[in-house]
């Protein structure tokens, strides 16, 4: 009775069912698109489901990422997304990751699934993905999202085209935000993640067609769809798949890269003579309070020089640290000195400023 809906489309039936039943899928990241996905396939009956994620929930994460509540705050996202889907669906088996993917585990894991789905927000987690699922000759079924708009794609599919054939080299680090910087719209991430669970779908089934060398652009405020179409690059994917005995060593994490003008707020409690400068707009919250803060828009960065005081550190900060390091990279090069990035956001920073005048009080 759970799967009658299912079984009762001819395109389905009860065999169509069984192949669900005993498929198994790989989702990376229980985020904003982990969490649609995650939900439908876990509805759907999927037979094995493998969650990886090493982040644990935030309170600004229940704006999208649905399968959370305050009970979850603190948690692990793979750890408390198993417990929520076992809720939902108690005859399929639900494995949980609280780690990171790395090139170390990723061959040994994705050799485990079917079908791998790209739940992430950062790029050296996609090439990674992409890489992998060359190697292991597994379907990579991928999604993004910027703002308003979606993308959803599935690569590495019967012969298709891999994310390298659309996108060949990362971004710089730093040069592209992601929603903690710019925001989303929360349910965007809830439709993008719903239609790569519609992909996996028919990939088990064989059913349909398929978004392989196909790009699906999706904006939310017009509602309009459009579908680019990828070409499948041979030397793209022949250096990678020739690269298979260096694969382990190439673990590259923009996120724990060394930047020497970058430095933790932890590391600053107890300095005096410096100056905090904002670079967020006007409208962001939430607004720091407790400090002493100049405010200068990486926007008018260039227009408001005259705000900065020369005699003291400047420790400038934004939502999530990306900002801050091109307004410290925009002043070095206008020759201002001892200007500094605040690795966290302004939440963090309110909320460490907080303790530690607790415990001095």
């Not at 999604?143 to 060949?168: D, H, T, W």
């Not at 699906?216 to 298979?244: F, G, P």
């Not at 923009?254 to 905090?276: G, H, P, Y």
Request: charged share 20%.
């Amino acid at each position: 009775m759970r799967y009658n809906r299912h079984i009762i489309l001819s395109e389905i039936g009860q065999t169509g069912q069984d192949k669900i039943s005993n498929a198994k899928v790989l989702v990376i990241g229980a985020g904003g698109l982990g969490c649609p996905v995650l939900q439908y396939l876990t509805a759907a009956g999927v037979g094995t489901i493998g969650i990886i994620d090493f982040d644990v929930v935030e309170i600004s994460n229940l704006q999208r990422q649905v399968l959370f509540g305050k009970s979850s705050l603190g948690q692990n996202k793979a750890m408390a997304a198993k417990q929520r889907l076992e809720d939902l669906n108690n005859e399929i088996s639900i494995i949980a990751y609280p780690e990171k993917l790395t090139h170390k585990n990723a061959i040994n894991l994705f050799n485990q699934y079917d079908i791998i789905v790209d739940g992430t927000d950062n790029f050296a987690t996609r090439y990674l993905s992409n890489d992998a699922c060359l190697l292991t000759n597994k379907p990579l079924v991928f999604g993004a999202i910027y703002k308003f708009e979606g993308q959803v794609s599935v690569f590495n599919y019967n012969n298709g085209p891999s994310y390298r054939c659309l996108f060949p080299n990362p971004p710089k680090k730093d040069t592209i935000p992601n929603c903690s910087e710019i925001g989303v719209l929360g349910v965007l991430p809830g439709i993008i993640g719903s239609m790569q669970a519609n992909e996996v779908l028919k990939i088990i089934l064989n059913l349909g067609d398929v978004l392989s060398g196909k790009l699906l652009c999706y904006n939310a405020l017009t509602s309009k769809t459009s579908i680019l179409k990828i070409n499948r690059n041979e030397k793209i994917i022949n250096s990678v798949l020739n690269d298979k005995e260096n694969f382990h060593k190439n673990d590259i994490d923009f996120n724990c890269e060394i930047d020497a003008d970058e430095v933790s707020i932890t590391s600053i409690l107890s300095k005096d003579n410096i100056q905090f400068i904002d670079v967020r707009e006007a409208h962001e919250q939430p607004k720091v309070e407790n400090l002493e803060v100049t405010y200068m828009p990486l926007s008018t960065l260039k227009n408001n020089l005259n705000k900065i005081d020369l005699k003291k550190e400047k420790y400038l900060f934004c939502q999530s640290g990306i900002r801050s390091k091109k307004a410290v990279s925009i002043l070095k090069a206008l020759k201002i000195e001892n200007c500094f990035s605040l690795k966290e956001g302004a939440a963090e920073i309110i909320e460490t400023y907080k303790v530690f005048k607790t415990l001095q009080d």
